[in-house]
């Protein structure tokens, strides 16, 4: 089986230090969430859905404080995004690390008269130095 995007992150994160990763499943994020679920036992990340993007990122930043390890946020794109602002910036202010992957629709659908679309680069380049859009 060819290797995926997705997967590449995953084991991206495992390499790194990440063990948990925090969040809620969308259309633009759902590939991440199968590569989690799709990684040999001994390298799984523990995945837990919240029930709010904010949620998720008070989750990975207490996480952080706790364990001293890394954790992640996964999101998708829009609402969503936004959603996750609050926690960010509590973990950004108190200098906690965690990392926001946060699923985003192809660049030509940016916009688009679709539900949770909006131009994510320049909003995320509002939050953070450290966003890549």
């Known amino acids: 089986m060819p290797s995926r995007v997705a997967d590449n992150i995953v084991n991206a994160l495992y390499a790194f230090g990440f063990r948990h990763a925090y969040g809620i499943h969308g259309a633009n994020s759902e590939d991440l969430f199968a590569a989690l679920l799709?990684?040999?036992?001994?390298?799984?990340l523990v995945v837990t859905i919240a029930k709010h993007e904010f949620?998720?990122?008070?989750?990975?930043?207490?996480?952080?404080?706790?364990?001293?390890?890394?954790?992640?946020?996964?999101?998708?794109s829009g609402g969503a995004a936004m959603n996750c602002v609050p926690a960010l910036a509590e973990a950004y202010q108190s200098r906690v690390p965690v990392l926001a992957l946060i699923g985003s629709p192809p660049t030509v659908a940016e916009g688009a008269a679709r539900s949770r679309t909006c131009a994510q680069r320049p909003a995320q380049s509002m939050c953070s130095p450290s966003c890549a859009g």
């Open 38 to 44: 799709r990684a040999p036992a001994h390298r799984r």
């Open 55 to 76: 949620g998720a990122g008070a989750m990975a930043d207490g996480s952080t404080r706790m364990t001293g390890r890394p954790a992640c946020l996964i999101a998708t």
